[in-house]
């Protein structure tokens, strides 16, 4: 199971960190992802991280602003999100897969069997 938190209301400009506790499986072997879904709008890949830790992958819109870290000995996942902007309103859904996917398929919703429940984003002054 997954089970993300952290979300919540911060201005334009703040900066939050979600978390993504696991349990049930060993998270050291699994690629790793935070996806969101804004309203309207399709499920999005936003920082993805294979288990080596050696490679990520962030949506344009967040590089630079947003970090994807795993601390496999609490089993657990983070989203760092700074510089946050009214766009990064979303649902945030950790995902996990034990699938060792190449780069330009970390972002394939379909290849996750594991989904945690959505934490709420706001950024809204």
């Known amino acids: 199971q997954l089970q993300a938190s952290g979300g919540g209301l911060v201005q334009p400009g703040g900066s939050l960190r979600l978390s993504c506790a696991v349990s049930?499986?060993?998270?050291?072997?699994?690629?790793i992802g935070w996806f969101r879904q804004a309203p309207g709008k399709e499920r999005e890949g936003v920082a993805c991280?294979?288990?080596?830790?050696?490679?990520?992958r962030y949506v344009d819109s967040v590089r630079g602003r947003f970090t994807i870290s795993r601390d496999n000995a609490k089993n657990t996942v983070y989203l760092q999100m700074n510089s946050l902007r009214p766009e990064d309103t979303a649902v945030y859904y950790c995902?996990?897969?034990?699938?060792?996917?190449?780069?330009?398929?970390?972002?394939?919703?379909?290849?996750?069997?594991?989904w945690g429940r959505g934490t709420l984003v706001t950024v809204s002054s």
């Open positions: 995902a996990a897969t034990p699938r060792g996917l190449i780069w330009s398929s970390l972002f394939e919703i379909r290849y996750y069997s594991s």
């Open positions: 991280m294979r288990s080596s830790g050696s490679t990520t």
């Open positions: 049930g499986f060993n998270l050291g072997s699994y690629t």
